[in-house]
């Protein structure tokens, strides 16, 4: 059974940074492709980074625009671990984040952790 447990969310000022995690389980990690997604209130939900699968840091990823330069993904296959490294945070960043992978031809998703810009 895939499982995928965000952690990391929590209440930013603007400018700060802050680092969301993904874990997990039930599938071959190196092999699989996995992305950040998030959805604000009323909003639907975009893709925000992915990266892409193997066992070597040349590792393919994608931004969104409105993230491009500020944040970065990246995975440590040994702790079956996706991360969403975000500084410069800013009001609209304001979101539910949730880790994403497909699996046999599922799509799979955390439960969401949410971040908070506020001052």
């Known amino acids: 059974q895939v499982q995928?447990?965000?952690s990391g969310g929590?209440?930013?000022q603007p400018?700060?940074?802050l680092t969301v995690s993904c874990a997990a389980s039930g599938i071959i990690f190196s092999?699989?492709?996995m992305g950040w997604y998030r959805q604000a209130p009323g909003k639907q939900r975009e893709l925000v980074a992915d990266i892409s699968s193997g066992r070597n840091?040349?590792?393919v990823t994608?931004?969104?625009a409105s993230v491009k330069g500020r944040f970065t993904i990246s995975r440590d296959n040994d702790k079956n671990t996706v991360y969403l490294q975000m500084n410069s945070l800013r009001h609209e960043d304001t979101s539910v984040y949730y880790c994403y992978t497909r699996c046999a031809l599922r799509?799979?998703?955390g439960q969401g952790t949410q971040?908070?810009?506020?001052?």
């Not at 971040?115 to 001052?119: E, I, L, R």
């Open 4 to 6: 995928l447990v965000e």
């Open 10 to 12: 929590g209440l930013v």
């Open 15 to 17: 400018g700060g940074s």
């Open 31 to 33: 092999i699989a492709a």
């Open 57 to 59: 840091t040349n590792y």
């Open 62 to 64: 994608t931004y969104a």
């Open 107 to 109: 799509d799979y998703w």
């Open 115 to 119: 971040v908070t810009v506020s001052s």
